[in-house]
T-cell receptor
Framework: DAKTTQPPSMDCAEGRAANLPCNHS???????VYWYRQIHSQGPQYIIH???NNETNEMASLIITEDRKSSTLILPHATLRDTAVYYC??????????????FGSGTQLTVLP | DTAVSQTPKYLVTQMGNDKSIKCEQN?????MYWYKQDSKKFLKIMFS???????INETVPNRFSPKSPDKAHLNLHINSLELGDSAVYFC???????????FGPGTRLTVT
């Protein structure tokens, strides 16, 4: 599996866009980029995923560079409730029984009032 | 409605005891998982299970065993509890997109 590198922590002002980077320079062609977050004392929450095109849903946008070696998760209008640890995970589409998620150390995003 | 629920939320027990944590999902998913989050906050997969196969992370001691009475439940049994088993245990489930997993609220296990 491709390894990911994320900054350990970031701050963002409430109401502003939060841009969380992830480096995955060893990603291979069949691997997707997934983002999860974990709010304190809660279970992780799926946010978004993508392969090569940019993706957007009601929670966030995912921008993947053309060479796919890095990506950015964008929370367009961060709120205090977005304070959480954000995990970038790279995984191939499952074949057979390979369904596990492997979480790294993530980025602690703190949204400041 | 709670999608993935776990009971109990907190569990305090002594070394050597046997305990179980229950997990239920009402999403109709076919695959369920157990993860362990240690004191350093690293989340590690322990098991994944559907009605066809059980995948066990090779680092999980055989004192841990998942048991699934039906498709909506995956319980975690732990025998001879040790201090190092203290952690938060998360259950999760998924369906056709296995990396879109829905997690439960976690069970904080403290072994004294």
């Amino acid at each position: 599996d491709a390894k990911t590198t994320q900054p350990p922590s970031m701050d963002c002002a409430e109401g502003r866009a939060a841009n969380l980077p992830c480096n995955h320079s060893t990603i291979s062609g069949n691997e997707y980029v997934y983002w999860y977050r974990q709010i304190h004392s809660q279970g992780p929450q799926y946010i978004i995923h993508g392969l090569k095109n940019n993706e957007t849903n009601e929670m966030a946008s995912l921008i993947i560079t053309e060479d796919r070696k890095s990506s950015t998760l964008i929370l367009p209008h961060a709120t205090l409730r977005d304070t959480a640890v954000y995990y970038c995970i790279v995984r191939p589409q499952p074949s057979g029984s390979a369904r596990q998620l492997t979480f790294g150390s993530g980025t602690q995003l703190t949204v400041l009032p | 409605d709670t999608a993935v629920s776990q009971t109990p939320k907190y569990l305090v027990t002594q070394m050597g005891n046997d305990k179980s944590i229950k997990c239920e999902q009402n999403l109709g998913h076919d695959t369920m998982y157990w993860y362990k989050q240690d004191s350093k906050k690293f989340l590690k997969i322990m098991f994944s299970y559907n009605n066809k196969e059980l995948i066990i992370n090779e680092t999980v001691p055989n004192r841990f065993s998942p048991k699934s009475p039906d498709k909506a439940h995956l319980n975690l049994h732990i025998n001879s509890l040790e201090l190092g088993d203290s952690a938060v245990y998360f259950c999760a489930s998924s369906q056709s997109r296995p990396y879109e997993q829905y997690f439960g609220p976690g069970t904080r296990l403290t072994v004294t």
